[in-house]
């Protein structure tokens, strides 16, 4: 994890512990339970996905694991591919990194304290504006490259913590993810037909994290949190036709007289955001 990506998550805590009240020399024990309601606000990356590849099926039987080849039989996307956008047919022109971007979530969720420790659960949903490509290239020379976005996203999440007289809490928190991925293509390819299948789907998964969360006043708290979260992906396609390409194109000369493409079927993305809560 770069340094501006925690930077937020450090400046966030060093606020929270500054604001630590006195709520708890005016009136005792502080009391997390009850509903709340509030936003996040924070910065969304991937981890480097630069093993990644397009993957193939040549024998119409619904696994991706075929190589595409020439008439000759070799390897027909054998000059490799990139973790990002082409900026042109050949590796050599390079290609855009993936983009990470910032994110915002509303939230509402319900604690409950025993002595020390609190017990919660939070749901949330928003937007992370994050592309995740990745480019295979052919030896005609072309490019083809499959792009998902996230149009919004949620988790429902189970907390757990531990506060303190002063109300500072920390806490670790896990459970269900989902995402509505949108899926695009591109390719330098003028000759065949590319049909995608299923552009839009929808993504379950998981997510863990932990925050720090403190009591400014009686009804409302500020804190940070960190959150990994693996969307499972895998239904978007793209079915490759003839178009006006030879009968010895490498898409066509297959068991099946056709090809499909995909990629990995996992999308991992993480988050730091500062969040704020009213308390009922």
Known sequence: MHFNR???LGATLALVLAATPAL??????VDWTGPYVGGSFGYNWQKSDQGEHLRFDTDADGD????????????AFSPGTCGGAARGATP???CDDDKDAIGWMGHVGYDMQFGGIVAGVVAEAGKAYISDSVTEYSTTPAFYTMTRRIDWNGNLRARLGYTTPSGIMPYITGGLAYAKVKNSFGTSNGANSFT???AKEDAWGWTAGGGIEAKV???????ARYLWTRYNVGDYRVDVGAGS???TNPFLITPSGGTSMNRGDKFDTQSVMVTTSFRF
């Open 6 to 8: 925690i930077a937020p």
């Open 196 to 198: 995608q299948v299923d």
């Open 245 to 247: 390409a030879p009968a």
């Open 217 to 223: 006043s009686d009804n409302f708290s500020i804190g």
């Open 64 to 75: 991706y694991d075929d190589v595409v080849t020439t008439t000759t039989g070799a390897n």
């Open 92 to 94: 050599v022109q390079g």
């Open 24 to 29: 708890a020399q005016d009136s005792g024990t």
